[in-house]
């Protein structure tokens, strides 16, 4: 409450500031993220006090409420800050951005098809191990990674779809559809 209260806008110079600390509570990250922001070019760099401090004002703030949805929506750092240097150049980045959108749904569905398509071979190969398992006698090996080396021509298409999945990959780590099986 304190914190919105601080961040009521005035004119001037003596407009509100709080030190990273605040900014980081009210943006519900950590200050070393908003010092990693700003050197990824996506949060302005602070102004420093007198004393050294960091500290931002209102805009601030609202800049790393966009970059933490657009984070949680897939976007990257370096994303975020091409948008963000086109902007500051005073030009728009709408096209651009909706068109970064529209190829991300794009990659998402071929994901989501390769996720399906796995998960269909998983049931199948459930239901071959649950038949397996039927009439294998207790205490025996019933040889359930052995079907794994009876299907033929899967294990190309996988690594074919892997490849592709991390060449497209707007994630560090990946796609966890990428890891294979």
Do not use: Q
């Not at 990824?40 to 760099?45: C, E, I």
């Amino acid at each position: 409450m304190a914190i919105a209260v601080a961040m009521r806008p005035r004119t001037g110079p003596n407009r509100p500031r709080l030190r990273i600390g605040d900014l980081a509570r009210a943006a519900g990250v950590s200050a070393d993220t908003i010092r990693h922001y700003e050197r990824k070019g996506v949060l302005t760099p602070s102004r420093r006090s007198a004393n050294g401090y960091r500290e931002y004002e209102e805009p601030s703030l609202r800049r790393l409420r966009i970059v933490r949805r657009a984070l949680a929506l897939g976007f990257t750092l370096d994303e975020l800050a091409s948008a963000f240097r086109v902007r500051e150049r005073g030009e728009l980045p709408c096209g651009t951005v909706y068109a970064l959108v529209t190829k991300k749904l794009e990659l998402m569905d071929e994901e989501i098809a390769a996720l399906t398509k796995r998960r269909e071979g998983l049931v199948e190969l459930m239901g071959e191990w649950d038949a397996r398992l039927a009439v294998t006698p207790e205490g025996r090996p019933a040889g359930l990674l052995e079907v794994l080396s009876e299907k033929s021509g899967s294990g190309d298409e996988r690594s074919r779809a892997r490849r592709r999945t991390l060449r497209y990959s707007t994630t560090p780590r990946g796609n966890p559809a990428s890891r294979g099986v």
